[in-house]
């Protein structure tokens, strides 16, 4: 879900606390980059060696001897000082039903929005109280400077190797700072699903019956839209929001090509390249949607609230978005809302979609990481927990495999769960191309695709740009 | 950052303008008063020295680190500084920043001083002061909020669309801050509508100090509008007009807060100004060392166009 709430995050009211947040790094960081690398090395945090990343040998001796009788929160009372993100009620809900299940526990809870987040993590991993529980917008950098806790010992105690694999995958980390394979470092919530919905009245007066099963027939279907003087599909890509034409281009290139090299790239293995002849041929097919005038004409300036709004409001046939959108859909639109995997380009091929886990991590030097890490725990296995999960989140709760996901009470809901179920049965998840990096969905993405929209920016040239971005950001 | 908020140098020199008189008296009084003196200062200072020139010199020390913000630093030397020069990258924000300076400076500054002369004449009566409120309305308001309004104004379905629509003109309607070609005017139409104020009430103020029996040699010889304001008005609040010019320059070169809320930088980087640049990479790319030799190398650029326009004005002044 990082995505959707990035876009949010950018509304409004945080932008006056970035203007906060830059005064107060200033001040923080006083004392100096030299000197600052002793004080938030993060002493206590073990660098994971391969022995400690493979086994359960002596860690500190808490981690031992909580290993003996398994990590839990205790009969004492304990406060979980945990950082939310503004806007996004799942945590807030999961947090107040763990308390009445255990009493003990109470919560002091910051919130933030994700943008202000993702620029104060490191501050408030390496500070004085370190947060037992802090939304994640990206990780490798963290995991680098020792900030967030190694969650292997968690994951054998609880028994988390035993789950399905994909899930924990995008919260791996390896020790040459590639994503997707290593150590644990956080743990997803749920783990969210992007397609296309569509407004079933709409759709129906342009003679859909049935969801398009090629790229082709998704593409007769926008000319027959856009014949009728409908507005084929409603995205956003105003910068604030970020290049929201990114999903359709990501969903494309994986109609086009295998989604292997997608995510090799997103996980910065070495030598990844986005601007491979697949990944061209899809971003021409975007080009070729834009030329056609199948996105809004202003969509430049349209943020990601408003395209939803106008999306709502009857303004657009498809939408590419993901399954945290659910319940506001649901909302308004009720049964007229619908979901489709995006078709692959001939019938029957691989199907894919984006998922990625709501992401949680623990700081190194969390006071009350055994209880945080029970939490994760619990969310994923206990029945209220995945209820809530799929009402409140929209998404699937993930956990072991032989737990149900129980039915949610929007129907779109149950259709984007289910859509989920035939992904993962063809292994079709990808992270999203617009978290690789910290700042590639800013420096590359966006102002490219914006580019494109504008005619000045082609297929080849968006791919040539990104990688050249996304290279000098590794470069560091 | 302004160049002219230097911190009060102690009872000497604030003693002067209003204590004239005094001078025989005042070296003794600086012994005894001294101390008391700075302790009255102290305050102002050290709030001076802790939010304005810590950080300031923070921002050099950086300057000549690698460092991501969290992590160890590594001295670079001037390596930021070679890059600060040599990216084209960094090269467009500042292109833009002077584009913005026709919108943020030039343009404020003139119309202000139409504006301050129509209302200068119209002082006496209510319609008068009502006018200044009017213009001046929009300096009461946060940036931010301005940022967001007018973000609301100019999008496609606002109300600025509307009314070209309402009067026939819908082939011009577009997204103003979306599209490449409009955004950075659209952006700079905010910030005159901002500084508009700021400078008519300054130029009026500078204005009232002008002699009236001036006004009425020039009008006994026949002089009308515009030569009354060329012959009489300009020369008299050319001090006025430079200190406009350099408030609003400097808002232009280091603009953030309007182009951020309103555009981000987009679309593409048509309205990436330098403030956006280094907001991205301290908080995105986490290159704080590049960003802070960025902030460095705008400070010398604002001091450039500023320090000029100073000295014109000020020799004038004597």
């Known amino acids: 879900m990082p995505w959707g709430n990035r876009?949010?995050?950018?509304?409004?009211?945080?932008?006056?606390?970035?203007?906060?947040?830059?005064?107060?790094?200033?001040?923080?960081?006083?004392?100096?980059?030299?000197?600052?690398?002793?004080?938030?090395?993060?002493?206590?945090?073990?660098?994971?060696?391969?022995?400690?990343?493979?086994?359960?040998?002596?860690?500190?001796?808490?981690?031992?001897?909580?290993?003996?009788?398994?990590?839990?929160?205790?009969?004492?009372?304990?406060?979980?000082?945990?950082?939310?993100?503004t806007g996004f009620d799942l945590p807030f809900e999961l947090a107040d039903e763990f308390s009445a299940q255990f009493p003990n526990v109470s919560w002091d809870i910051k919130q933030d929005q994700f943008t202000n987040l993702m620029n104060a993590t490191p501050r408030l991993l390496s500070g004085d109280n370190p947060p037992d529980l802090i939304r994640l917008p990206s990780?490798?950098?963290?995991?680098?400077?020792?900030?967030?806790?190694?969650l292997d010992d968690y994951a054998a105690a609880f028994g988390w190797d035993q789950w399905p694999q994909s899930q924990l995958l995008q919260n791996r980390v390896a020790e040459d700072g590639t994503r997707g394979s290593g150590s644990l470092y956080a743990m997803g919530l749920n783990h969210s699903l992007t397609g296309v919905f569509y407004n079933k009245e709409l759709a129906d007066q342009i003679g859909m019956t049935e969801p398009p099963t090629t790229v082709e027939e998704f593409d007769a279907l926008l000319a027959e839209a856009k014949a009728r003087g409908l507005q084929p599909i409603m995205a956003w890509n105003a910068t604030a929001s970020g290049g929201g034409l990114a999903f359709p281009l990501q969903h494309l290139m994986a109609a086009y090509g295998p989604i292997e090299p997608i995510n090799e790239w997103i996980f910065q293995k070495p030598g990844a390249n986005i601007n491979t002849e697949s990944n061209l041929a899809a971003a021409e097919h975007l080009q070729r949607w834009i030329e056609a005038g199948y996105f809004p004409e202003d969509v430049n300036a349209i943020e990601y609230t408003d395209a939803n709004a106008r999306f709502r409001g009857g303004e657009g046939v498809f939408i590419f978005n993901g399954d945290w959108e659910n319940a506001v859909y649901d909302g308004?639109?009720?049964?007229?809302?619908?979901?489709?995997?995006?078709?692959?380009?001939?019938?029957?091929?691989?199907?894919?979609?984006?998922?990625?886990?709501?992401?949680?991590?623990?700081?190194?030097?969390?006071?009350?990481?055994?209880?945080?890490?029970?939490?994760?725990?619990?969310?994923?296995?206990?029945?209220?927990?995945?209820?809530?999960?799929?009402?409140?989140?929209?998404?699937?709760?993930?956990?072991?495999?032989?737990?149900?996901?129980?039915?949610?009470?929007?129907?779109?809901?149950?259709?984007?769960?289910?859509?989920?179920?035939?992904?993962?049965?063809?292994?079709?998840?990808?992270?999203?191309?617009?978290?690789?990096?910290?700042?590639?969905?800013?420096?590359?993405?966006?102002?490219?695709?914006?580019?494109?929209?504008?005619?000045?920016?082609?297929?080849?040239?968006?791919?040539?740009?990104?990688?050249?971005?996304?290279?000098?950001?590794?470069?560091? | 950052m302004k160049p002219d908020s230097q911190p009060p140098t102690g009872p000497a020199s604030s003693d002067r303008p209003i204590l004239p008189r005094r001078r025989v008296?005042?070296?003794?009084?600086?012994?005894?008063?001294?101390?008391?003196?700075?302790?009255?200062?102290?305050?102002?200072?050290?709030?001076?020295?802790?939010?304005?020139?810590?950080?300031?010199?923070?921002?050099?020390?950086?300057?000549?680190?690698?460092?991501?913000?969290?992590?160890?630093?590594?001295?670079?030397?001037?390596?930021?500084?070679?890059?600060?020069?040599?990216?084209?990258?960094?090269?467009?924000?500042?292109?833009?920043?002077?584009?913005?300076?026709?919108?943020?400076?030039?343009?404020?500054?003139?119309?202000?001083?139409?504006?301050?002369?129509?209302?200068?004449?119209?002082?006496?009566?209510?319609?008068?002061?009502?006018?200044?409120?009017?213009?001046?309305?929009?300096?009461v308001i946060p940036l931010v909020a301005s940022g967001i309004i007018w973000g609301w104004l100019l999008a496609r379905p606002g109300v600025v669309n509307?009314?070209?629509?309402?009067?026939?003109?819908?082939?011009?309607?577009?997204?103003?801050?979306?599209?490449?070609?409009?955004?950075?005017?659209?952006?700079?139409?905010?910030?005159?509508?901002?500084?508009?104020?700021?400078?008519?009430?300054?130029?009026?103020?500078?204005?009232?100090?002008?002699?009236p029996e001036l006004y009425e040699a020039a009008r006994l010889d026949g002089a009308g509008w515009w030569a009354e304001l060329r012959a009489v008005t300009l020369p008299g609040i050319r001090y006025e007009i430079g200190v406009c010019l350099t408030v609003t320059a400097i808002a232009a070169l280091a603009a953030f807060d309007i182009v951020y809320v309103s555009t981000g930088g987009g679309p593409g980087r048509a309205t990436t100004v330098p403030g956006i640049k280094i907001y991205i990479e301290a908080f995105l790319q986490r290159r704080v060392g590049l960003a802070s030799a960025l902030a460095v190398a705008l400070v010398f650029l604002v001091l450039a166009v500023i320090l000029p326009v100073q000295r014109l004005t000020r020799e004038d002044r004597t």
Not at chain 1, 139 to 150: A, C, I, R, T, W
Not at chain 2, 40 to 68: C, E, K, R
Request: aromatic share 10%.
């Open chain 1, 139 to 150: 990780m490798v950098s963290l995991v680098h400077d020792g900030l967030l806790k190694n």
């Open chain 1, 332 to 476: 308004e639109m009720g049964d007229n809302v619908g979901f489709f995997l995006f078709p692959p380009l001939e019938e029957g091929g691989q199907l894919a979609a984006m998922s990625a886990p709501l992401t949680f991590g623990i700081a190194a030097g969390a006071p009350n990481a055994d209880c945080a890490a029970f939490f994760f725990n619990w969310v994923a296995t206990n029945e209220a927990a995945r209820q809530i999960n799929v009402d409140v989140g929209g998404s699937n709760p993930g956990g072991p495999a032989d737990l149900p996901v129980p039915p949610a009470s929007a129907p779109i809901t149950n259709e984007t769960l289910a859509a989920g179920a035939e992904v993962a049965k063809a292994n079709g998840q990808m992270d999203f191309i617009a978290n690789a990096t910290g700042a590639i969905f800013a420096e590359g993405w966006t102002p490219e695709l914006q580019e494109m929209v504008g005619g000045l920016q082609d297929a080849a040239g968006l791919l040539e740009a990104v990688q050249a971005e996304y290279e000098s950001q590794l470069e560091r």
């Open chain 2, 162 to 211: 509307q009314v070209l629509e309402a009067i026939g003109l819908e082939r011009i309607a577009r997204a103003w801050l979306g599209d490449f070609g409009t955004a950075l005017p659209a952006v700079g139409m905010i910030g005159i509508w901002v500084l508009l104020g700021f400078c008519t009430v300054l130029l009026q103020t500078g204005m009232a100090k002008i002699d």
């Open chain 1, 7 to 85: 876009r949010l995050a950018w509304r409004g009211a945080f932008r006056s606390r970035g203007i906060l947040a830059l005064v107060a790094v200033l001040l923080a960081a006083c004392v100096g980059p030299g000197a600052q690398s002793t004080t938030t090395s993060a002493p206590e945090q073990p660098t994971t060696t391969a022995a400690e990343a493979t086994g359960t040998t002596q860690d500190s001796p808490s981690t031992t001897e909580m290993l003996a009788e398994g990590p839990s929160c205790g009969t004492e009372e304990v406060v979980l000082n945990a950082y939310f993100e």
């Open chain 2, 25 to 139: 008296g005042r070296r003794r009084r600086l012994d005894g008063s001294g101390l008391a003196g700075w302790l009255f200062a102290a305050p102002a200072l050290i709030m001076y020295g802790l939010f304005v020139l810590q950080p300031l010199l923070l921002t050099i020390q950086y300057s000549f680190y690698n460092w991501d913000g969290v992590g160890p630093g590594e001295w670079v030397g001037f390596a930021n500084y070679v890059r600060v020069f040599t990216d084209p990258d960094l090269l467009g924000p500042i292109f833009n920043s002077f584009r913005l300076l026709i919108f943020f400076s030039v343009i404020p500054v003139t119309l202000g001083v139409v504006a301050a002369s129509l209302i200068h004449r119209i002082a006496s009566s209510r319609f008068g002061s009502a006018a200044t409120t009017v213009i001046f309305l929009p300096q």
